[in-house]
């Protein structure tokens, strides 16, 4: 095929005037272009592939030389080198963990009602076992048992052991193994004696507070303080006739009681307790004008109700409140001034039972304020007094003195003695009035005199005698007589002193079911 259009006339060659004259010239020239382009198309080929062959570092290095050779330069050779290394690969295997499912199987699903009985028992902080059980019955509509309030109820029903009283020496001893060695006429009182109506209404006192709280299991009664009390015997000496009152119980600690006559300062660890009161109900006019130490605390406590009192805008709820609690305070106050008590921190005093009272005129082995006493621990006997009252509901109680020469760890919070490992021996009827400061010698006296009324003290045993008072009496002062007073009984010479007249004194008698500290 020629390189021009068919349609173009051919030509002549000039000199000869024949033929086309362009043929051998186009042939030659058409092989020529071919061969330049093959060449171009090898040594981009080459252009390209040579930098990745090795003879690319040799054509460098050989350009380099020539350059150096011709520039004359004295410039270190820079050598270059190609070198191969292994780089070691980290091969990661993946672990593959098979979990294994396995398919729960249900319970078949119920095709009817299901009747359940199921019980369930616990033990609450109080010591009180919770026994429960689940009843269910066939019902009616949802709808309509919804509306019922016997379609969903609680029937509680508290079931309480009430303990028998120790009689015999035998049992008595069970407590405490030289009760009948320490008390040898024990035997002998025992034989006539009887269980006291006292121990019967004390644990009656104890079931209707629980009923009380029957509903409120957590605020019930706890074990401990049901079952504080093992014996209450009312006993007869047949010769001298001398009553004795035998309660087997525990130890509580009251810290109750100031005087400022004896006491000018109390320590701040004993009034700051939870359960501190500053009277207890054995007390006596003041005999000096020194101040309660407690005094300024109580008018500072009436100036803060008596602020907030003035208050506009409180809740009549509030209000009431707050006039009840200036009412107390003024009354305290007023006691504070005339009156002083027995420090339990000082003075070794036992503490009665509310349920004792207003029962003097009834039974002849009620005690009462001022009666002596002897408490019986191990080998040990303490003489006392009857000094404060307690809830009506508890058995067992004593002054921090006491509870100290019982156990010396005692504190307002911690008893000496939990079991019921306590005796204590009362001589109902023995106060003697006008009440005064504790003279702990004549109080070893009497207790010592009454002792041997009921049989003595066994051999090898003997009566604790108490150290002597760190407080001392101040001289007494006669105080000036404040308008709207009567005179105190129990001051020589009838000397008037500033003591109520109208309602009860804070000191005579705590309320029942007032606190104490344990």
Not at 97 to 107: L, N, S, T, W, Y
Request: aromatic share 8%; charged share 25%.
């Amino acid at each position: 095929m020629s390189d021009f259009p068919a349609s173009l006339p051919p030509e002549t060659d000039p000199e000869t005037g024949g033929g086309d004259w362009r043929g051998p010239r186009l042939k030659k020239a058409g092989i020529l272009t071919t061969l330049i382009r093959v060449l171009v198309l090898v040594a981009l080929a080459v252009g390209l592939v040579l930098p990745f062959t090795p003879f690319a570092g040799r054509i460098k290095r050989g350009i380099q030389e020539i350059v150096r050779e011709a520039r004359g330069s004295s410039e270190p050779e820079i050598v270059e080198r190609e070198v191969i290394r292994e780089v070691p690969v980290e091969v990661i295997k993946e672990t593959v963990r098979e979990v294994e499912v396995i398919k729960e199987v249900q319970p078949p699903l119920p095709e009817d009602y299901v009747g359940r009985k199921d019980v369930d028992v616990a033990t609450l902080f109080n010591g009180i076992t919770v026994k429960t059980k689940l009843v269910t019955e066939q019902g009616g509509f949802a709808s309509l048992e919804r509306l019922d309030p016997e379609a969903y109820k609680a029937e509680f029903q508290l079931s309480i052991r009430v303990p028998k009283a120790n009689q015999s020496v035998a049992e008595l001893s069970r407590i405490n193994e030289h009760l009948p060695k320490a008390l040898p006429g024990l035997g002998t009182l025992v034989e006539t004696g009887k269980v006291s109506a006292f121990y019967h209404k004390l644990y009656e006192n104890k079931t209707r507070r629980v009923q009380t709280d029957v509903t409120r299991l957590s605020k019930a009664l706890d074990r401990h303080n049901f079952f504080d009390c093992e014996t209450i015997l009312e006993l007869t000496h047949p010769t001298t006739q001398r009553k004795m009152l035998l309660i087997q119980s525990e130890m509580d600690v009251v810290a109750d009681g100031s005087d400022g006559d004896r006491m000018p300062k109390l320590d701040e660890y004993i009034y700051m307790s939870d359960y501190y009161q500053p009277f207890t109900s054995y007390a006596w006019a003041k005999k000096s004008t020194t101040p309660n130490p407690l005094l300024a605390k109580w008018e500072g406590r009436l100036t803060k109700l008596k602020a907030e009192y003035a208050v506009k805008g409180l809740s009549a709820a509030r209000n009431a409140e707050l006039k009840a609690g200036m009412k107390q305070v003024e009354l305290e106050i007023k006691d504070m001034k005339a009156r002083s008590s027995l420090i339990a921190e000082k003075d070794p005093f036992i503490v009665l039972s509310l349920l004792f009272r207003g029962y003097e005129g009834q039974n002849a082995f009620t005690p009462g304020m001022g009666d002596y006493a002897a408490v019986v621990h191990g080998d040990k006997i303490y003489p006392a007094i009857c000094g404060d009252y307690g809830p009506s509901y508890k058995m067992g109680e004593a002054s921090l003195m006491m509870a100290k020469a019982v156990n010396e760890k005692s504190t307002p919070y911690r008893r000496p003695e939990s079991d019921l490992k306590v005796t204590y021996v009362i001589f109902p009827g023995t106060g003697v009035k006008p009440w005064g400061p504790p003279d702990l010698k004549v109080w070893e006296q009497k207790v010592t005199e009454y002792l041997n009324e009921v049989g003595g003290i066994g051999v090898g045993y003997k009566l604790h005698e108490w150290p002597k008072p760190v407080v001392e009496a101040v001289v007494p002062a006669v105080p000036v007589v404040a308008p709207g007073t009567g005179t105190a009984p129990g001051v020589p010479g009838n000397v008037a002193v500033p003591v109520p007249v109208t309602g009860t004194a804070p000191g005579t008698g705590a309320v029942d079911g007032s606190a104490k500290g344990k």
